[in-house]
Nanobody
Framework: QVQVVESGGGLVQAGGSLRLSCVVSGRFFSTYVVTWFRQGPGKEREFQAAISQSGDRTDLARSVKGRFTISRDNAKNTVYLQMNSLKPEDTAVYYC????????????????????WGQGTQVTVSS
């Protein structure tokens, strides 16, 4: 069974940076589209970034374009979310999920497409 572990969250001042990591277990990592979501207090889980199996295609939510970057290292079964110029409204629990689907927003935008989730990592941005 696939397991997902997120790490790298923390408390940072507005304008600061964090790099989140998502490790996905198993030998089929290179077949997965991996997506980052976040869930703020009282809010639904929302799409942030997705990366294709080889890493040659990415997609980012409009609110984070120009500030966040997603990348992956298939040799390490790891996807990264580099977050720069953080804002207080970025405060949330960040989750990643992986699935062997086509790289299409019809799939990766929707949390309901994913069966396996990690515990999440808390990001808090102070003003």
């Amino acid at each position: 069974q696939v397991q997902v572990v997120e790490s790298g969250g923390g408390l940072v001042q507005a304008g600061g940076s964090l790099r989140l990591s998502c490790v996905v277990s198993g030998r089929f990592f290179s077949t997965y589209v991996v997506t980052w979501f976040r869930q703020g207090p009282g809010k639904e889980r929302e799409f942030q970034a997705a990366i294709s199996q080889s890493g040659d295609r990415t997609d980012l939510a409009r609110s984070v374009k120009g500030r966040f970057t997603i990348s992956r290292d298939n040799a390490k079964n790891t996807v990264y979310l580099q977050m720069n110029s953080l804002k207080p409204e970025d405060t949330a629990v960040y989750y990643c999920a992986a699935a062997a689907t086509p790289f299409s927003s019809s799939y990766y935008y929707h949390p309901g497409q994913y069966d396996t989730w990690g515990q999440g990592t808390q990001v808090t941005v102070s003003s």
